[in-house]
C-alpha cells in the first residue's frame, strides 16, 4: 500500500502518507512504541527487531505505517488467520507477536497491534490506519477484520464497577473507553468480552473483540 492524502485541523493542513513498514523503519517504529507505550505496559509486549522483521517477511501486506510530513507518527501491524472467533490469547493468536502462525489463506485479517504517536495524537491518524485496514479486506478478499481491544479506561473506574458492568456501559454508550469508543466511532462492532487476553493492568488482563466484516461478502 502507499496512499497519500491531507488531513487538516485548526486550518493546518498535513501532509499524510500510509505506506507498507520495512527496515529501514525499525528503530523508528519501536522509538514510537516506547512513547505510545510507557509504563505500566509490560516492556517485553513492545516491538523488537526479530519480530518487525517477521512481519515484513510473512505478511508485508499487514505491515503499515503512517507519516505525517515525512515522519513516522503510527504503526498497524495484523496477519491473517482462519481461527478468531475460539476463545484466544494475544500470545496464542499472533504468536507472541512474530506471527509465525500467520495462514496466507486465512479469511480473517487479525489485528496484531496499532500505535500512535501521542505527539500526533487528535489528527485522526489512528481512523485512517484503520481504514487502510478495511481497504486491505477488501483488497485481499477476506471475511473481516478482528482483533482484541484493550479497555485502558477500565482502571478510573475498577473500584465502582466489574469489568463485565464496564464492558456493557461502553457498548451502550453510557461510558466512553479510550480504545473501545474509538474503534466504535471507526467502524469496529464489539462481539464479546475476552478474560485472561493479554498482560494489561488497566484492563484487567481484559480486551474486546472487535471486528469489520467485508460488505462485498455475505
Known amino acids: 500500500m502507499n496512499k497519500n492524502l491531507y488531513i ?11 505506506r507498507n513498514y520495512n527496515q529501514e523503519d525499525f528503530e ?8 505510545a507505550f510507557p509504563p505500566p505496559f509490560p516492556p517485553d509486549l513492545l516491538w523488537n527487531h526479530e519480530q518487525l522483521t517477521s512481519h515484513i517477511t510473512r505478511f508485508s501486506d499487514g505491515a503499515l505505517c503512517i507519516e505525517v ?10 496477519l491473517r488467520t482462519n481461527y478468531a472467533n475460539e476463545s484466544h490469547t494475544w500470545e496464542q493468536i499472533t504468536s507472541d507477536g512474530y506471527i509465525t502462525n500467520h495462514e496466507d489463506d486465512g479469511e480473517v485479517l487479525y489485528i496484531v497491534d496499532i500505535c500512535i504517536d501521542p505527539d500526533y495524537r487528535g489528527l485522526g ?37 466489574t469489568i463485565e458492568a464496564y464492558y456493557e456501559k461502553v457498548v451502550k454508550g453510557e461510558l466512553d473507553d479510550p480504545v473501545v469508543t474509538f474503534l466504535m466511532k471507526s467502524g469496529r462492532m464489539p462481539e464479546r468480552l475476552m478474560k485472561n487476553y493479554l498482560e494489561d493492568e488497566d ?4 480486551a474486546v473483540l472487535m471486528i469489520w466484516k467485508n460488505p462485498f461478502i455475505t
Open 203 to 206: 484492563s484487567a488482563d481484559c
Open 69 to 78: 510530513d515525512g515522519q513516522i507518527a503510527g504503526s498497524i501491524t495484523s
Open 8 to 18: 487538516f485541523k485548526n486550518k493546518k493542513r498535513y501532509r499524510v502518507n500510509v
Open 28 to 35: 523508528d517504529l519501536i522509538d514510537l512504541q516506547r512513547k
Open 125 to 161: 491518524l489512528g481512523k485512517e490506519l484503520m481504514r487502510a485496514k478495511y481497504e486491505t479486506v477488501v483488497y485481499l478478499g477476506v471475511k473481516k477484520l478482528a482483533g482484541g481491544s484493550r479497555m485502558p479506561g477500565y482502571k478510573k473506574v475498577r473500584d465502582k464497577l
